[in-house]
T-cell receptor, first 112, second 113 residues
Framework: DAKTTQPPSMDCAEGRAANLPCNHS???????VYWYRQIHSQGPQYIIH???NNETNEMASLIITEDRKSSTLILPHATLRDTAVYYC?????????????FGQGTELSVKP | AAGVIQSPRHLIKEKRETATLKCYPI?????VYWYQQGPGQDPQFLIS???????DKGSIPDRFSAQQFSDYHSELNMSSLELGDSALYFC????????????FGSGTQLSVL
């Protein structure tokens, strides 16, 4: 079963920051938080992942709370092409064979 | 850069037929994961392999089987196809012993008529 909870949908204005929350209150100490997104009928695309420190790359920033029970994915300047379903996934390398378990995800709609 | 390659991209079969889906990982990736995604559904984990051995099993029907070969490519074999097997099938590959991300292929769209 998925170990994360996300809002089913969110809207964001083009050019504004999109902040996507995720709750993972049962996360274990050796589990990472991964974010993937899926544009309609395409393969899921990796965005970012982290353990406990905040992370930033060319696509997004990941903010993980100190207790690691929740995190926020930030798309700093959302574009129409960022419209997709965003999945927050807790992944353990060894206790689950490293697989990604997809939950409901958040359907982000970026509007002009 | 090389990506995960899946073939075929589209497949049309009739009920009770068989189908074989193939997944070619990125070089040096030792782990393959198979997922099924029905219309409007989230991807569901089916099965995974690490170093050519089955490492985990999810909601994979008994009619389905899979294996990973010596060159690390993987095949998902589906027999006695049913209408409900119509879905997108993705594979993802990675290296289990590192914390690197998993890469997904573009998927195979299977339609059972």
């Amino acid at each position: 079963d998925a170990k994360t909870t996300q809002p089913p949908s969110m809207d964001c204005a083009e050019g504004r920051a999109a902040n996507l929350p995720c709750n993972h209150s049962t996360i274990s100490g050796n589990e990472y938080v991964y974010w993937y997104r899926q544009i309609h009928s395409q393969g899921p695309q990796y965005i970012i992942h982290g353990l406990k420190n905040n992370e930033t790359n060319e696509m997004a920033s990941l903010i993980i709370t100190e207790d690691r029970k929740s995190s926020t994915l930030i798309l700093p300047h959302a574009t129409l092409r960022d419209t997709a379903v965003y999945y927050c996934i807790v992944r353990g390398l060894y206790n689950q064979g490293g697989k990604l378990i997809f939950g409901q995800g958040t359907e982000l709609s970026v509007k002009p | 850069a090389a990506g995960v390659i899946q073939s075929p991209r589209h497949l049309i079969k009739e009920k009770r037929e068989t189908a074989t889906l193939k997944c070619y990982p990125i070089p040096r990736h030792d782990t393959v994961y198979w997922y099924q995604q029905g219309p409007g559904q989230d991807p569901q984990f089916l099965i995974s392999f690490y170093e050519k051995m089955q490492s985990d099993k999810g909601s994979i029907p008994d009619r389905f089987s899979a294996q990973q070969f010596s060159d690390y490519h993987s095949e998902l074999n589906m027999s006695s196809l049913e209408l409900g097997d119509s879905a997108l099938y993705f594979c993802a590959t990675g290296r289990l012993t590192t914390n690197e991300k998993l890469f997904f292929g573009s998927g195979t769209q299977l339609s059972v008529l």
